[in-house]
């Protein structure tokens, strides 16, 4: 299995996964989620609402935290365990948001590592949180 075991982990790691946000990105989040809110999916309705245009649903960037934690690090084997988010911009479709990790608190008893989560788009935050995970272990 890749990925990185625990035990080769250390505070100050990082990695980045990065997508540009595209039309059928929202509609196929809004068919799974069966979020249909029309801020996302009304051009009109959006024009309305304080972000003047459609946005991109929150939980579709935060998903690029999972793709980071779940591809990256640590990777495969991986067990997601809490997430904290805090939404702080809009993304709109066309901008790219890069989701970064970086291991602030690593715990050898339970083998679980804290991780800073931020996501940006053209270098500004759009969601910042905190991860706790369950890496793969070689014990």
């Known amino acids: 299995m890749d ?9 100050g790691q990082t990695a980045s996964v990065g997508k540009t946000i595209t039309e059928a990105d929202i509609l196929l989040f ?4 069966l979020d249909t809110n029309p801020v996302h999916m009304n051009a009109e309705a959006a024009a309305a609402s304080i972000f003047k245009e459609r946005v991109a649903h929150g939980m579709l960037s935060a998903g690029l935290i999972s ?10 084997g991986t067990i997601y365990l809490a ?3 805090q939404f702080r911009r809009p993304v709109k479709i066309g901008d790219t948001v890069t989701a970064t990790a970086e291991v602030t608190a690593l715990d050898p008893d339970k083998k679980r590592a804290t991780l ?6 053209a270098g500004k935050v759009v969601i910042e949180g905190e991860a706790t995970v369950m890496p793969r272990s070689r014990a």
């Open 67 to 76: 793709a980071v934690l779940g591809t990256q690090l640590p990777g495969a």
């Open 83 to 85: 997430q904290t988010l």
């Open 3 to 11: 990925g990185i075991a625990f035990e080769d982990m250390h505070i």
């Open 30 to 33: 809004a068919a799974v989620s």
């Open 116 to 121: 800073k989560t931020v996501c940006t788009v």
